[in-house]
């Protein structure tokens, strides 16, 4: 059996004779039952017994934002989770402090939702949703509008937060032709924006190395400028206080282009991926001010916002601001199963709905739109978030979590902590010439130790499922501490 071990350099290789054995004819019964009873003692003494947990080459699969060549020369391997923590493929438990990518917010293989999966799965396995449909997307959707502000009950299924993106922006300027504003085709974006990796999310978003390969992208997008203002921000608590003026940046892209040509704007209420910039107060009901002044959509991405990260169903809910359209994914299904969506406005999808003779109006969708066992994940996802209360326990915990943020003002490398929800940045110094590097060793350090991270440039950026406990925290933050304190 091969294991991974961290010292282990170069690719793996398939077995010399992979192909010929898969060239065989289906061996006989004997022969497999003696195969299985090898396979059988040759899992024995395995610590961890997931069958997939050795493959024999890394080459094949090209690693979405990673440096493929440095992980599979050391791979870090993760083969089981339940609740707060992943097992290591070298069987050491590792707590997961990032929801595994913002996303697993109920905490890992909850059996309500591996169950519905299951289920659904051996009774119906897939269903098209193009002039079909079957019970559990529609009862999904239904759950979801419920959870969303008021008005935003028209729920289009994707099948993450970058199709959810592009979909809204579609949408966004499908409602303006049909409201005879077919002249509204500018979309609005902000820097340092994450919006997914379609090119309609590269387009509006704003980090530079995801945009910067791909050419022109969409014409007619601008972007306002981001709030993240350490000079006068720096160690938050919450919302900072400076900044909420920086809204009527969009007022100098009106006064540019002229309101009549602008469609929509987005932007996350929270900003995630680029390093945790939480909204300075009235900055997001400004915007939302300006909007309604000119007549523009706002959308809000709230691909990891949502689902009770900042302690709410929304961020909207949250921060008191209704926007016209929400995307979401992630916390969705839990994410046991892909899953993205975008709550829309009744008056958005009524005067989409609403133009030309009977038709399809909307010329738009997905194979795997409502897919059915993501439907069944979502809705059994759902049902856990209210049965446990989860989006108040997030609030309950939040001033917990604050101070355990801030207790890392004053350790080494660090220049600012950011809060909000059961949210956490931690901004290190970069080392000199070597950008992001010092995160990254504090990253790679810390799972070797048992906690996983997210780094995104040199800010740690923390999201734990919403089922942690005050010694999680105690745990994480004490891990960090000691971690920062090591690294150079
Ligand atoms: C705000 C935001 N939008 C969109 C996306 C893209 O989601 P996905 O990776 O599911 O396509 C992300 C992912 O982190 C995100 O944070």
């Avoid at 004779?17 to 289906?26: K, S, T």
């Avoid at 169950?115 to 051996?122: D, L, V």
Wanted: aromatic share 6%; hydrophobic share 40%.
């Amino acid at each position: 059996m091969l294991h991974f071990c961290r010292e282990q350099q170069g690719h793996k290789r398939l077995p010399r004779n992979f192909v010929q054995r898969i060239a065989q004819p289906p061996p006989l019964v004997a022969d497999r039952a003696r195969r299985q009873k090898r396979r059988t003692a040759r899992n024995k003494d395995r610590r961890v017994t997931q069958a997939n947990d050795t493959p024999n080459d890394l080459a094949a699969f090209w690693m979405p934002f990673t440096d493929n060549a440095y992980f599979k020369a050391h791979p870090r391997m993760l083969v089981a989770a339940e609740g707060m923590h992943y097992t290591a493929a070298d069987g050491h438990s590792v707590l997961d402090a990032t929801g595994g990518l913002w996303c697993v917010n109920a905490g890992h293989c909850r059996p309500q939702i591996v169950e519905a999966i299951r289920q659904t799965a051996g009774r119906v396995d897939f269903a098209p949703t193009f002039q079909l449909g079957h019970p559990l997307a529609f009862e999904a959707a239904s759950r979801l509008a419920m959870l969303m502000p008021q008005g935003l009950d028209k729920i289009f299924f994707t099948n993450s937060g970058s199709e959810s993106v592009d979909t809204a922006l579609k949408i966004a300027l499908a409602y303006q032709k049909a409201r005879g504003q077919a002249g509204r085709t500018r979309l609005i974006g902000r820097e340092r924006a994450y919006h997914g990796v379609n090119f309609g999310g590269i387009s509006v978003g704003g980090i530079v190395g995801n945009r910067r390969p791909y050419a022109t992208l969409l014409p007619g997008v601008d972007h306002l400028r981001h709030t993240h203002d350490p000079a006068r921000n720096a160690f938050s608590r919450g919302l900072p206080q400076h900044g909420a003026e920086l809204a009527d940046d969009l007022e100098r892209l009106v006064a540019l282009h002229g309101a009549e040509t602008i469609a929509a704007v987005i932007v996350e209420p929270v900003a995630g991926s680029t390093g945790v910039l939480i909204p300075p107060v009235g900055y997001l009901q400004r915007l939302r001010e300006i909007c309604t002044k000119h007549d523009i959509l706002l959308i809000f991405d709230e691909v990891i916002t949502a689902f009770g990260r900042v302690g709410k169903a929304t961020a909207a809910e949250r921060f008191g601001v209704t926007p016209d359209l929400i995307t979401m994914a992630k916390g969705l299904t839990n994410a046991a199963v892909p899953m993205g969506a975008v709550a829309v406005s009744r008056h958005v999808h009524d005067t989409i709905e609403g133009s030309g003779p009977d038709g399809i109006h909307l010329f738009h969708g997905y194979t795997y739109s409502g897919h059915p066992l993501a439907s069944a994940a979502a809705i059994a996802t759902l049902d856990l978030y209210v049965t446990e209360g989860l989006f108040e326990k997030a609030i309950e915990l939040e001033d917990y979590w604050a101070d355990a943020v801030h207790s890392l003002k004053g350790a080494r490398h660090v220049i600012d902590c950011r809060n909000i929800g059961l949210i956490g940045g931690i901004e290190l110094e970069p080392r000199p010439g070597a950008p992001t590097m010092r995160a990254m060793d504090v990253f790679r350090r810390a799972f070797d130790e048992g906690l996983l991270i997210r780094t995104t440039g040199d800010i740690i950026a923390l999201s734990p499922p919403l089922i942690l406990e005050k010694s999680h925290i105690d745990r994480i933050f004490g891990k960090l501490a000691e971690i920062l304190a090591a690294v150079d």
